[in-house]
Protein backbone atom coordinates (compact mmCIF):
# COMPACT_ATOMS: atom_id res chain seq x y z
CA UNK A 1 0.00 0.00 0.00
CA UNK A 2 2.69 2.34 0.33
CA UNK A 3 3.13 2.38 -4.00
CA UNK A 4 -0.34 4.45 -2.79
CA UNK A 5 1.70 7.44 -1.41
CA UNK A 6 1.31 8.74 -5.21
CA UNK A 7 -1.29 12.01 -5.37
CA UNK A 8 -2.26 14.11 -8.21
CA UNK A 9 -2.14 17.27 -5.53
CA UNK A 10 1.22 17.14 -6.70
CA UNK A 11 1.51 17.55 -10.30
CA UNK A 12 1.54 21.29 -11.10
CA UNK A 13 -1.62 21.89 -11.93
CA UNK A 14 -1.41 25.25 -14.00
CA UNK A 15 -2.44 23.36 -17.30
CA UNK A 16 -4.94 21.21 -15.95
CA UNK A 17 -7.95 22.98 -15.68
CA UNK A 18 -10.34 19.72 -15.81
CA UNK A 19 -8.25 18.29 -12.67
CA UNK A 20 -8.72 21.37 -10.97
CA UNK A 21 -12.77 21.41 -11.62
CA UNK A 22 -12.63 17.45 -10.62
CA UNK A 23 -11.00 17.65 -7.47
CA UNK A 24 -13.29 21.10 -6.37
CA UNK A 25 -16.13 18.72 -7.13
CA UNK A 26 -14.85 15.96 -5.26
CA UNK A 27 -13.78 18.66 -2.16
CA UNK A 28 -16.93 20.27 -2.28
CA UNK A 29 -18.48 16.60 -1.34
CA UNK A 30 -15.87 15.72 1.20
CA UNK A 31 -16.84 19.53 2.44
CA UNK A 32 -20.06 18.61 2.80
CA UNK A 33 -19.08 16.11 5.40
CA UNK A 34 -17.62 18.62 7.91
CA UNK A 35 -20.95 20.97 7.12
CA UNK A 36 -23.31 17.90 7.98
CA UNK A 37 -21.53 17.15 11.23
CA UNK A 38 -21.83 20.91 11.58
CA UNK A 39 -25.61 21.04 10.87
CA UNK A 40 -26.05 17.78 13.28
CA UNK A 41 -24.45 19.93 16.27
CA UNK A 42 -26.14 22.88 15.77
CA UNK A 43 -29.76 21.19 15.45
CA UNK A 44 -29.34 19.86 18.84
CA UNK A 45 -27.93 22.41 20.09
CA UNK A 46 -30.30 25.01 19.45
CA UNK A 47 -33.31 22.53 19.75
CA UNK A 48 -31.76 22.56 23.47
CA UNK A 49 -31.74 26.02 23.78
CA UNK A 50 -35.04 26.18 25.52
CA UNK A 51 -34.40 23.42 27.88
CA UNK A 52 -30.57 24.24 28.85
CA UNK A 53 -31.95 28.08 29.67
CA UNK A 54 -34.64 27.01 31.82
CA UNK A 55 -32.70 24.36 33.86
CA UNK A 56 -28.93 24.95 33.72
CA UNK A 57 -26.28 22.64 34.58
CA UNK A 58 -29.02 21.11 37.30
CA UNK A 59 -30.84 19.58 34.69
CA UNK A 60 -27.66 16.49 34.76
CA UNK A 61 -28.18 16.38 38.48
CA UNK A 62 -31.99 16.12 38.75
CA UNK A 63 -33.62 13.11 39.33
CA UNK A 64 -37.63 14.04 38.45
CA UNK A 65 -38.91 13.38 35.26
CA UNK A 66 -41.87 14.69 35.65
CA UNK A 67 -43.90 15.97 32.13
CA UNK A 68 -47.13 17.02 33.58
CA UNK A 69 -45.40 19.83 35.70
CA UNK A 70 -42.66 20.32 33.15
CA UNK A 71 -39.61 19.58 35.25
CA UNK A 72 -37.09 17.72 33.99
CA UNK A 73 -33.70 16.08 34.89
CA UNK A 74 -31.53 13.56 33.18
CA UNK A 75 -29.64 11.81 35.87
CA UNK A 76 -31.96 8.71 35.73
CA UNK A 77 -31.31 8.37 32.30
CA UNK A 78 -27.63 9.33 32.69
CA UNK A 79 -26.85 6.17 35.48
CA UNK A 80 -29.59 4.04 33.18
CA UNK A 81 -26.99 4.45 30.35
CA UNK A 82 -23.76 4.49 32.24
CA UNK A 83 -24.99 1.22 34.48
CA UNK A 84 -25.86 -0.89 31.90
CA UNK A 85 -22.96 0.23 29.39
CA UNK A 86 -20.47 -0.98 32.51
CA UNK A 87 -22.26 -3.57 32.80
CA UNK A 88 -22.18 -4.95 29.21
CA UNK A 89 -18.36 -4.39 29.17
CA UNK A 90 -17.91 -6.01 32.58
CA UNK A 91 -19.01 -8.88 30.70
CA UNK A 92 -18.09 -8.85 27.40
CA UNK A 93 -14.70 -7.75 27.72
CA UNK A 94 -13.18 -10.88 29.01
CA UNK A 95 -15.30 -13.07 26.05
CA UNK A 96 -14.27 -10.28 23.50
CA UNK A 97 -10.03 -10.64 24.40
CA UNK A 98 -10.83 -14.61 24.43
CA UNK A 99 -12.13 -14.53 21.14
CA UNK A 100 -9.81 -12.37 19.77
CA UNK A 101 -6.79 -14.51 21.26
CA UNK A 102 -8.01 -17.53 19.52
CA UNK A 103 -8.73 -16.30 16.19
CA UNK A 104 -5.74 -14.87 15.74
CA UNK A 105 -3.76 -16.95 17.93
CA UNK A 106 -4.25 -20.27 18.50
CA UNK A 107 -7.47 -21.48 15.81
CA UNK A 108 -6.66 -23.94 13.11
CA UNK A 109 -5.52 -21.81 10.68
CA UNK A 110 -8.79 -23.32 8.23
CA UNK A 111 -11.30 -21.97 10.88
CA UNK A 112 -9.92 -18.66 11.46
CA UNK A 113 -12.21 -16.72 8.59
CA UNK A 114 -15.14 -18.75 8.96
CA UNK A 115 -15.25 -17.83 12.63
CA UNK A 116 -14.71 -15.03 12.82
CA UNK A 117 -17.00 -14.20 9.95
CA UNK A 118 -20.05 -15.76 12.04
CA UNK A 119 -19.30 -13.33 14.91
CA UNK A 120 -19.39 -10.38 13.12
CA UNK A 121 -22.67 -11.49 11.04
CA UNK A 122 -23.94 -10.69 14.54
CA UNK A 123 -22.98 -7.40 13.96
CA UNK A 124 -25.67 -7.20 11.00
CA UNK A 125 -28.66 -8.44 12.75
CA UNK A 126 -30.66 -5.35 13.19
CA UNK A 127 -31.15 -4.29 16.85
CA UNK A 128 -34.93 -4.39 16.37
CA UNK A 129 -34.51 -7.80 15.99
CA UNK A 130 -32.26 -8.44 18.63
CA UNK A 131 -34.92 -6.70 21.06
CA UNK A 132 -37.89 -8.87 19.63
CA UNK A 133 -35.54 -11.97 20.52
CA UNK A 134 -34.87 -10.17 24.26
CA UNK A 135 -38.03 -9.41 24.99
CA UNK A 136 -39.68 -13.26 24.29
CA UNK A 137 -35.90 -15.23 25.03
CA UNK A 138 -33.43 -13.43 26.62
CA UNK A 139 -35.50 -11.70 29.33
CA UNK A 140 -37.72 -14.53 30.39
CA UNK A 141 -34.24 -17.11 30.38
CA UNK A 142 -32.31 -14.53 33.01
CA UNK A 143 -35.60 -14.25 34.99
CA UNK A 144 -35.39 -17.83 35.15
CA UNK A 145 -32.15 -19.46 35.38
CA UNK A 146 -29.96 -16.72 35.77
CA UNK A 147 -31.65 -14.25 38.11
CA UNK A 148 -32.60 -17.49 40.91
CA UNK A 149 -29.07 -18.14 41.26
CA UNK A 150 -27.79 -14.96 41.63
CA UNK A 151 -30.23 -13.84 44.18
CA UNK A 152 -29.38 -17.13 45.93
CA UNK A 153 -25.49 -17.18 46.43
CA UNK A 154 -25.03 -13.29 45.83
CA UNK A 155 -28.25 -12.16 47.34
CA UNK A 156 -26.56 -10.60 50.15
CA UNK A 157 -25.29 -7.82 47.99
CA UNK A 158 -27.83 -4.68 47.11
CA UNK A 159 -26.88 -5.76 43.41
CA UNK A 160 -28.76 -8.39 43.62
CA UNK A 161 -32.07 -8.12 45.73
CA UNK A 162 -35.68 -7.61 45.07
CA UNK A 163 -38.04 -8.94 42.51
CA UNK A 164 -37.12 -9.84 38.98
CA UNK A 165 -39.29 -9.41 36.35
CA UNK A 166 -37.33 -10.31 32.99
CA UNK A 167 -37.24 -6.70 31.41
CA UNK A 168 -34.82 -5.27 34.14
CA UNK A 169 -31.01 -3.32 34.07
CA UNK A 170 -29.54 -7.00 34.03
CA UNK A 171 -31.44 -7.78 31.04
CA UNK A 172 -30.59 -4.70 28.75
CA UNK A 173 -26.51 -4.91 30.00
CA UNK A 174 -26.62 -8.89 28.87
CA UNK A 175 -27.97 -7.96 25.55
CA UNK A 176 -25.44 -4.74 25.08
CA UNK A 177 -22.67 -7.19 25.91
CA UNK A 178 -24.01 -9.49 23.20
CA UNK A 179 -24.26 -7.17 20.97
CA UNK A 180 -20.67 -4.99 21.26
CA UNK A 181 -18.98 -8.63 21.23
CA UNK A 182 -18.42 -8.36 17.30
CA UNK A 183 -17.26 -5.15 17.40
CA UNK A 184 -14.77 -5.07 19.94
CA UNK A 185 -13.39 -8.42 19.92
CA UNK A 186 -12.69 -8.17 15.81
CA UNK A 187 -10.72 -4.72 16.78
CA UNK A 188 -8.73 -6.21 19.29
CA UNK A 189 -8.15 -8.96 16.78
CA UNK A 190 -6.93 -6.92 14.09
CA UNK A 191 -4.74 -4.75 16.79
CA UNK A 192 -3.31 -8.45 17.81
CA UNK A 193 -2.90 -8.98 14.55
CA UNK A 194 -0.74 -6.31 14.13
CA UNK A 195 1.92 -7.45 16.48
CA UNK A 196 4.80 -8.47 14.84
CA UNK A 197 5.79 -12.21 14.20
CA UNK A 198 9.03 -12.03 15.85
CA UNK A 199 7.55 -10.81 19.03
CA UNK A 200 5.87 -14.15 19.24
CA UNK A 201 9.10 -15.98 17.66
CA UNK A 202 11.28 -14.60 20.15
CA UNK A 203 9.12 -16.16 23.15
CA UNK A 204 8.13 -19.23 21.50
CA UNK A 205 12.21 -19.37 20.55
CA UNK A 206 12.82 -18.88 24.55
CA UNK A 207 10.93 -22.20 24.91
CA UNK A 208 7.21 -21.05 25.68
CA UNK A 209 4.01 -22.50 25.25
CA UNK A 210 1.26 -20.91 22.92
CA UNK A 211 -0.64 -18.90 25.75
CA UNK A 212 2.64 -17.87 27.38
CA UNK A 213 3.33 -16.70 24.27
CA UNK A 214 0.39 -14.62 23.78
CA UNK A 215 0.50 -13.75 27.59
CA UNK A 216 4.24 -12.28 27.48
CA UNK A 217 4.57 -11.38 24.08
CA UNK A 218 1.27 -10.47 22.46
CA UNK A 219 -1.15 -9.36 24.59
CA UNK A 220 1.60 -6.45 26.86
CA UNK A 221 2.21 -4.94 22.44
CA UNK A 222 -1.72 -4.70 21.88
CA UNK A 223 -2.84 -3.54 25.23
CA UNK A 224 -3.44 0.03 24.53
CA UNK A 225 -5.39 -0.93 21.23
CA UNK A 226 -7.66 -3.49 22.84
CA UNK A 227 -8.36 -0.86 25.46
CA UNK A 228 -8.92 1.11 22.47
CA UNK A 229 -11.34 -1.46 21.24
CA UNK A 230 -12.97 -1.58 24.88
CA UNK A 231 -13.78 1.89 24.34
CA UNK A 232 -15.02 1.69 20.79
CA UNK A 233 -17.50 -1.24 22.45
CA UNK A 234 -18.63 1.30 25.20
CA UNK A 235 -19.51 4.00 22.73
CA UNK A 236 -21.78 1.29 20.87
CA UNK A 237 -23.25 0.38 24.11
CA UNK A 238 -23.86 4.23 25.10
CA UNK A 239 -25.46 5.05 21.63
CA UNK A 240 -27.41 1.40 21.60
CA UNK A 241 -31.03 1.90 21.26
CA UNK A 242 -33.62 -0.07 20.42
CA UNK A 243 -32.31 -3.57 21.65
CA UNK A 244 -32.58 -1.95 25.26
CA UNK A 245 -35.17 0.15 24.95
CA UNK A 246 -36.83 -3.48 24.21
CA UNK A 247 -35.70 -4.86 27.34
CA UNK A 248 -34.65 -2.52 30.30
CA UNK A 249 -37.91 -1.77 31.30
CA UNK A 250 -37.95 1.97 30.83
CA UNK A 251 -38.60 3.08 34.21
CA UNK A 252 -36.74 6.67 35.02
CA UNK A 253 -35.60 5.72 38.83
CA UNK A 254 -32.36 5.07 40.08
CA UNK A 255 -32.33 1.37 42.12
CA UNK A 256 -29.30 0.14 43.82
CA UNK A 257 -30.72 -3.82 42.66
CA UNK A 258 -29.78 -4.70 38.86
CA UNK A 259 -33.06 -6.72 39.16
CA UNK A 260 -35.27 -3.31 38.62
CA UNK A 261 -36.16 -1.47 35.68
CA UNK A 262 -34.60 1.13 34.26
CA UNK A 263 -34.07 3.60 31.63
CA UNK A 264 -31.37 4.82 29.18
CA UNK A 265 -30.74 8.32 27.55
CA UNK A 266 -31.12 6.63 24.17
CA UNK A 267 -34.63 4.89 25.17
CA UNK A 268 -36.00 8.05 26.61
CA UNK A 269 -35.39 9.92 23.25
CA UNK A 270 -37.20 6.53 21.60
CA UNK A 271 -39.82 6.40 23.47
CA UNK A 272 -41.62 10.01 24.10
CA UNK A 273 -40.21 12.08 21.61
CA UNK A 274 -43.57 11.44 19.47
CA UNK A 275 -45.53 12.02 22.47
CA UNK A 276 -43.64 14.99 24.14
CA UNK A 277 -46.14 17.70 23.52
CA UNK A 278 -44.70 20.71 25.15
CA UNK A 279 -42.27 22.46 23.52
CA UNK A 280 -39.73 22.32 26.83
CA UNK A 281 -40.22 18.72 26.88
CA UNK A 282 -39.37 18.15 23.58
CA UNK A 283 -36.06 20.16 23.87
CA UNK A 284 -35.39 18.56 27.13
CA UNK A 285 -35.86 15.22 25.11
CA UNK A 286 -33.27 16.72 22.71
CA UNK A 287 -30.91 18.07 25.35
CA UNK A 288 -30.51 14.17 26.19
CA UNK A 289 -29.87 14.17 22.71
CA UNK A 290 -27.17 16.45 22.49
CA UNK A 291 -25.36 14.74 26.12
CA UNK A 292 -25.59 11.63 23.91
CA UNK A 293 -23.69 12.90 21.28
CA UNK A 294 -20.95 15.01 22.75
CA UNK A 295 -20.56 11.71 25.02
CA UNK A 296 -20.14 9.46 21.94
CA UNK A 297 -17.88 12.03 20.01
CA UNK A 298 -15.48 11.87 23.28
CA UNK A 299 -15.12 8.44 23.38
CA UNK A 300 -14.62 7.63 19.17
CA UNK A 301 -12.42 9.76 19.65
CA UNK A 302 -10.46 8.28 22.76
CA UNK A 303 -10.74 4.88 21.13
CA UNK A 304 -9.67 5.84 17.87
CA UNK A 305 -6.28 7.24 18.92
CA UNK A 306 -5.97 4.09 20.51
CA UNK A 307 -6.30 1.78 18.06
CA UNK A 308 -5.02 3.74 14.98
CA UNK A 309 -1.87 4.33 17.14
CA UNK A 310 -1.11 0.88 16.05
CA UNK A 311 -3.20 -0.08 12.64
CA UNK A 312 -1.66 2.72 10.69
CA UNK A 313 1.75 1.31 11.09
CA UNK A 314 0.06 -1.67 8.57
CA UNK A 315 -1.79 0.22 6.35
CA UNK A 316 -4.81 1.38 7.92
CA UNK A 317 -7.43 -0.84 9.93
CA UNK A 318 -11.66 -0.77 8.81
CA UNK A 319 -12.57 0.96 12.14
CA UNK B 1 6.37 -31.62 36.64
CA UNK B 2 7.04 -28.06 35.79
CA UNK B 3 6.46 -28.58 31.85
CA UNK B 4 3.08 -30.10 33.15
CA UNK B 5 2.02 -27.70 34.87
CA UNK B 6 2.90 -25.36 31.81
CA UNK B 7 1.98 -27.27 29.44
CA UNK B 8 -1.73 -27.72 31.30
CA UNK B 9 -1.86 -24.28 31.21
CA UNK B 10 -1.53 -24.10 27.93
CA UNK B 11 -4.32 -26.24 26.96
CA UNK B 12 -6.76 -24.99 29.69
CA UNK B 13 -6.49 -21.06 28.03
CA UNK B 14 -6.84 -22.57 24.63
CA UNK B 15 -9.64 -23.92 25.58
CA UNK B 16 -11.56 -21.12 27.69
CA UNK B 17 -10.49 -18.94 24.53
CA UNK B 18 -12.27 -21.23 22.14
CA UNK B 19 -15.11 -21.75 24.53
CA UNK B 20 -15.43 -17.67 24.43
CA UNK B 21 -16.32 -18.23 20.87
CA UNK B 22 -18.61 -21.10 21.04
CA UNK B 23 -20.49 -19.35 24.24
CA UNK B 24 -20.31 -15.48 21.73
CA UNK B 25 -21.84 -17.74 18.90
CA UNK B 26 -25.16 -18.91 20.85
CA UNK B 27 -27.17 -16.01 20.87
CA UNK B 28 -26.60 -15.46 17.20
CA UNK B 29 -27.71 -19.20 16.80
CA UNK B 30 -30.71 -18.59 19.06
CA UNK B 31 -31.57 -15.85 17.05
CA UNK B 32 -31.86 -17.09 13.46
CA UNK B 33 -33.21 -20.02 15.38
CA UNK B 34 -36.20 -18.17 16.74
CA UNK B 35 -36.95 -15.74 13.72
CA UNK B 36 -37.11 -18.88 11.57
CA UNK B 37 -39.19 -20.50 13.57
CA UNK B 38 -42.18 -18.32 14.57
CA UNK B 39 -41.48 -15.84 11.80
CA UNK B 40 -42.07 -18.91 9.02
CA UNK B 41 -45.75 -19.71 10.56
CA UNK B 42 -47.09 -16.03 9.69
CA UNK B 43 -45.32 -16.12 6.42
CA UNK B 44 -47.77 -15.94 3.76
CA UNK B 45 -48.43 -14.52 0.25
CA UNK B 46 -51.08 -12.35 2.14
CA UNK B 47 -48.24 -11.15 4.80
CA UNK B 48 -46.39 -10.16 2.20
CA UNK B 49 -48.96 -8.12 0.19
CA UNK B 50 -51.42 -7.53 2.35
CA UNK B 51 -52.61 -3.74 4.54
CA UNK B 52 -52.13 -4.58 8.42
CA UNK B 53 -55.66 -5.13 9.95
CA UNK B 54 -56.48 -3.73 12.89
CA UNK B 55 -56.13 -5.62 16.22
CA UNK B 56 -58.33 -9.08 16.28
CA UNK B 57 -58.96 -9.30 12.55
CA UNK B 58 -57.35 -12.03 11.48
CA UNK B 59 -55.47 -11.53 8.24
CA UNK B 60 -53.45 -9.11 6.95
CA UNK B 61 -49.65 -8.34 6.42
CA UNK B 62 -46.81 -6.11 6.34
CA UNK B 63 -47.00 -4.99 2.64
CA UNK B 64 -46.89 -2.08 2.96
CA UNK B 65 -43.71 -2.17 5.57
CA UNK B 66 -42.51 -3.49 2.81
CA UNK B 67 -42.69 -0.67 0.53
CA UNK B 68 -41.40 2.12 2.93
CA UNK B 69 -38.77 0.40 3.85
CA UNK B 70 -37.67 0.28 0.02
CA UNK B 71 -39.00 4.24 -0.58
CA UNK B 72 -36.99 5.35 2.89
CA UNK B 73 -33.91 3.15 2.09
CA UNK B 74 -34.23 4.59 -1.89
CA UNK B 75 -33.98 7.74 -0.67
CA UNK B 76 -30.96 7.47 1.42
CA UNK B 77 -28.98 6.04 -0.84
CA UNK B 78 -30.19 8.40 -3.50
CA UNK B 79 -28.69 10.99 -1.17
CA UNK B 80 -26.22 9.51 0.39
CA UNK B 81 -24.21 6.80 -1.96
CA UNK B 82 -22.62 9.88 -4.15
CA UNK B 83 -21.82 12.07 -2.07
CA UNK B 84 -20.22 9.12 0.27
CA UNK B 85 -18.61 8.04 -3.08
CA UNK B 86 -17.20 11.50 -4.05
CA UNK B 87 -16.31 12.43 -0.86
CA UNK B 88 -14.01 8.81 -1.07
CA UNK B 89 -12.56 10.16 -3.80
CA UNK B 90 -11.63 13.33 -2.56
CA UNK B 91 -9.66 11.75 0.49
CA UNK B 92 -8.13 8.97 -1.53
CA UNK B 93 -6.91 10.69 -4.53
CA UNK B 94 -6.64 14.88 -2.92
CA UNK B 95 -7.01 14.29 0.45
CA UNK B 96 -3.37 13.75 1.35
CA UNK B 97 -3.06 17.23 3.54
CA UNK B 98 -4.75 19.17 6.62
CA UNK B 99 -8.67 19.32 5.12
CA UNK B 100 -8.28 15.90 3.80
CA UNK B 101 -7.30 14.28 7.17
CA UNK B 102 -9.97 16.39 9.09
CA UNK B 103 -12.79 15.43 7.06
CA UNK B 104 -11.46 12.07 7.73
CA UNK B 105 -11.30 12.72 11.07
CA UNK B 106 -14.54 14.19 11.82
CA UNK B 107 -16.53 10.98 8.98
CA UNK B 108 -15.14 8.43 11.55
CA UNK B 109 -16.64 10.64 14.58
CA UNK B 110 -19.39 10.63 12.73
CA UNK B 111 -19.72 7.38 12.39
CA UNK B 112 -20.12 6.69 15.71
CA UNK B 113 -23.12 9.25 16.21
CA UNK B 114 -25.58 6.84 17.83
CA UNK B 115 -28.63 6.28 15.59
CA UNK B 116 -31.52 8.05 17.90
CA UNK B 117 -29.18 11.19 17.13
CA UNK B 118 -29.68 10.81 13.30
CA UNK B 119 -33.73 10.68 13.77
CA UNK B 120 -33.08 14.11 16.14
CA UNK B 121 -31.24 15.33 13.61
CA UNK B 122 -33.95 14.47 10.98
CA UNK B 123 -37.28 15.64 12.68
CA UNK B 124 -35.63 19.30 13.17
CA UNK B 125 -33.76 19.33 9.63
CA UNK B 126 -37.14 18.07 7.78
CA UNK B 127 -40.04 17.15 10.14
CA UNK B 128 -39.73 20.54 11.39
CA UNK B 129 -39.53 22.57 8.20
CA UNK B 130 -42.32 20.91 6.24
CA UNK B 131 -44.34 20.19 9.26
CA UNK B 132 -45.18 17.04 8.60
CA UNK B 133 -43.52 13.40 9.49
CA UNK B 134 -42.27 12.20 5.82
CA UNK B 135 -40.46 9.38 3.79
CA UNK B 136 -37.58 12.24 2.77
CA UNK B 137 -37.03 13.07 6.58
CA UNK B 138 -36.57 9.01 7.62
CA UNK B 139 -34.30 8.86 4.05
CA UNK B 140 -32.52 11.96 5.17
CA UNK B 141 -31.81 10.58 8.96
CA UNK B 142 -30.74 7.08 7.50
CA UNK B 143 -28.44 8.70 4.83
CA UNK B 144 -26.42 10.61 7.90
CA UNK B 145 -26.02 7.49 9.08
CA UNK B 146 -25.02 5.94 5.35
CA UNK B 147 -22.73 8.76 4.30
CA UNK B 148 -19.55 8.27 6.66
CA UNK B 149 -19.57 4.41 5.95
CA UNK B 150 -19.38 5.19 2.16
CA UNK B 151 -17.18 7.55 2.84
CA UNK B 152 -14.60 5.44 4.16
CA UNK B 153 -14.88 2.01 2.63
CA UNK B 154 -14.81 4.31 -0.68
CA UNK B 155 -12.02 5.94 0.30
CA UNK B 156 -10.07 2.75 1.55
CA UNK B 157 -10.41 0.57 -1.93
CA UNK B 158 -9.28 3.70 -3.94
CA UNK B 159 -6.23 3.41 -1.90
CA UNK B 160 -5.90 0.15 -2.36
CA UNK B 161 -5.51 0.51 -6.38
CA UNK B 162 -1.87 0.27 -6.94
CA UNK B 163 0.06 4.04 -7.97
CA UNK B 164 1.82 2.13 -11.06
CA UNK B 165 -1.78 2.05 -12.62
CA UNK B 166 -2.40 5.88 -11.90
CA UNK B 167 1.27 6.36 -12.89
CA UNK B 168 0.47 4.25 -16.39
CA UNK B 169 -2.33 6.21 -17.24
CA UNK B 170 -1.20 9.04 -16.58
CA UNK B 171 2.19 8.77 -18.88
CA UNK B 172 -0.16 7.24 -21.57
CA UNK B 173 -1.62 11.41 -21.17
CA UNK B 174 -4.76 10.82 -20.31
CA UNK B 175 -6.06 13.61 -17.65
CA UNK B 176 -5.80 12.89 -14.36
CA UNK B 177 -9.68 13.51 -13.57
CA UNK B 178 -10.52 11.15 -16.60
CA UNK B 179 -7.85 8.73 -15.08
CA UNK B 180 -9.45 8.90 -11.56
CA UNK B 181 -13.33 8.49 -13.16
CA UNK B 182 -12.66 6.22 -15.62
CA UNK B 183 -9.65 4.15 -14.51
CA UNK B 184 -8.94 4.40 -10.60
CA UNK B 185 -12.87 3.95 -9.90
CA UNK B 186 -13.30 1.15 -12.11
CA UNK B 187 -10.34 -0.68 -11.26
CA UNK B 188 -11.76 -0.15 -7.53
CA UNK B 189 -15.79 -0.94 -8.49
CA UNK B 190 -15.62 -4.02 -6.54
CA UNK B 191 -14.51 -2.73 -2.80
CA UNK B 192 -16.94 0.30 -3.83
CA UNK B 193 -19.98 -1.62 -4.43
CA UNK B 194 -19.05 -4.17 -1.39
CA UNK B 195 -18.97 -0.91 1.18
CA UNK B 196 -22.35 0.52 -0.48
CA UNK B 197 -24.90 -2.66 -0.23
CA UNK B 198 -23.01 -3.17 3.15
CA UNK B 199 -24.07 -0.02 4.34
CA UNK B 200 -27.51 -0.35 2.42
CA UNK B 201 -27.73 -3.93 5.21
CA UNK B 202 -26.85 -1.35 8.05
CA UNK B 203 -29.30 1.09 7.27
CA UNK B 204 -32.04 -1.06 6.25
CA UNK B 205 -32.26 -2.36 9.63
CA UNK B 206 -32.45 0.74 12.19
CA UNK B 207 -35.11 1.62 13.54
CA UNK B 208 -33.90 4.56 15.88
CA UNK B 209 -33.61 7.24 13.71
CA UNK B 210 -37.23 6.30 11.69
CA UNK B 211 -39.26 6.57 14.78
CA UNK B 212 -39.77 10.31 14.36
CA UNK B 213 -39.07 10.88 11.17
CA UNK B 214 -40.80 9.03 8.92
CA UNK B 215 -43.17 7.35 11.73
CA UNK B 216 -45.35 5.14 10.45
CA UNK B 217 -48.66 4.84 8.12
CA UNK B 218 -51.24 1.78 8.89
CA UNK B 219 -51.88 2.14 4.41
CA UNK B 220 -49.97 1.97 1.28
CA UNK B 221 -47.29 5.22 0.90
CA UNK B 222 -49.22 8.13 0.00
CA UNK B 223 -45.85 9.89 -1.69
CA UNK B 224 -42.44 10.68 0.20
CA UNK B 225 -43.41 14.01 1.75
CA UNK B 226 -46.23 12.08 3.97
CA UNK B 227 -45.19 9.60 6.40
CA UNK B 228 -44.44 5.97 5.64
CA UNK B 229 -44.65 2.09 7.52
CA UNK B 230 -41.45 0.52 7.41
CA UNK B 231 -40.06 -3.06 8.33
CA UNK B 232 -38.24 -2.02 11.78
CA UNK B 233 -40.59 0.36 12.97
CA UNK B 234 -43.55 -1.75 12.41
CA UNK B 235 -41.46 -4.64 14.10
CA UNK B 236 -41.17 -2.31 16.76
CA UNK B 237 -44.17 -1.28 17.35
CA UNK B 238 -45.78 -4.75 16.83
CA UNK B 239 -43.73 -6.49 19.55
CA UNK B 240 -44.34 -3.60 22.22
CA UNK B 241 -48.06 -4.67 22.41
CA UNK B 242 -49.42 -7.35 24.51
CA UNK B 243 -51.30 -9.33 21.63
CA UNK B 244 -49.99 -12.24 21.05
CA UNK B 245 -51.65 -12.27 17.16
CA UNK B 246 -49.14 -8.79 16.79
CA UNK B 247 -46.23 -10.65 18.20
CA UNK B 248 -46.64 -13.40 15.20
CA UNK B 249 -46.30 -10.65 13.10
CA UNK B 250 -43.62 -8.90 14.19
CA UNK B 251 -41.47 -12.28 14.15
CA UNK B 252 -42.75 -12.57 10.26
CA UNK B 253 -41.56 -9.19 9.54
CA UNK B 254 -38.23 -9.47 11.33
CA UNK B 255 -37.83 -12.27 9.55
CA UNK B 256 -37.91 -10.90 5.82
CA UNK B 257 -36.02 -8.16 7.55
CA UNK B 258 -33.37 -10.56 8.42
CA UNK B 259 -33.30 -12.26 4.96
CA UNK B 260 -33.13 -9.24 3.10
CA UNK B 261 -29.96 -8.32 5.61
CA UNK B 262 -28.21 -11.39 5.51
CA UNK B 263 -28.56 -11.84 1.83
CA UNK B 264 -26.36 -8.79 1.39
CA UNK B 265 -24.38 -9.50 4.05
CA UNK B 266 -23.32 -12.83 2.98
CA UNK B 267 -23.71 -12.77 -0.44
CA UNK B 268 -21.17 -9.50 -0.44
CA UNK B 269 -18.39 -11.47 1.92
CA UNK B 270 -19.01 -14.18 -0.13
CA UNK B 271 -17.79 -11.83 -3.58
CA UNK B 272 -15.17 -10.29 -1.39
CA UNK B 273 -13.83 -13.28 -0.26
CA UNK B 274 -13.41 -14.93 -3.70
CA UNK B 275 -12.14 -11.57 -5.22
CA UNK B 276 -9.47 -10.89 -2.50
CA UNK B 277 -8.94 -14.88 -1.71
CA UNK B 278 -9.11 -13.77 2.43
Not at chain 2, 134 to 140: P, R
Request: hydrophobic letters at 50%; proline letters at 5%.
Amino acid sequence: MDSSKFSFSRIGRSKLSGDLIFEVVVGFFALGIIVLAFLLFRELFVGSSLSRDTFGTGFLATSTWDPVNEVFGALPFIFGTLVSSFLALIIAVPFSIGIAVYLSELAPEKLKYPLSFTIELLAAVPSVIIGLWGIFILAPFIRDYLAPPLSTYLGFLPLFQGPMYGLSMLTGGVILAIMIIPITSSISREVIMTVPTHQREAALALGATGWETTRIAVLPYARSGIFGAVILGFGRAIGETMAVTMVIGNSPRISESLFSPSYTMASVIANEFVEATSNLYISSLVEIGLLLLLISVIINIIARVLVWRLLKVEGGGRV
Amino acid sequence: MRWNKRKLTDRIMSFLAASCVVIAVVPLLSILYTVTVNGLSSINIDFLTKLPRPVGEAGGGLGNAIEGTFIVVGIACIIGLPAGILSGVYLSEYGDNRFGRFVSFVADVLAGTPSIVAGIFGYAFIVLYFGSFSAIAGGVALSVLMVPIVTRTTEESLKLVPGSIREASLALGIPGWKTTLYIIISTARGGIITGALLSIARISGETAPLLFTSFGNMFWAGGIDKPVSTLPVQIYTYAITPFPDWHAKAWGGALVLIILILILNIGVRLFTKKKYGM
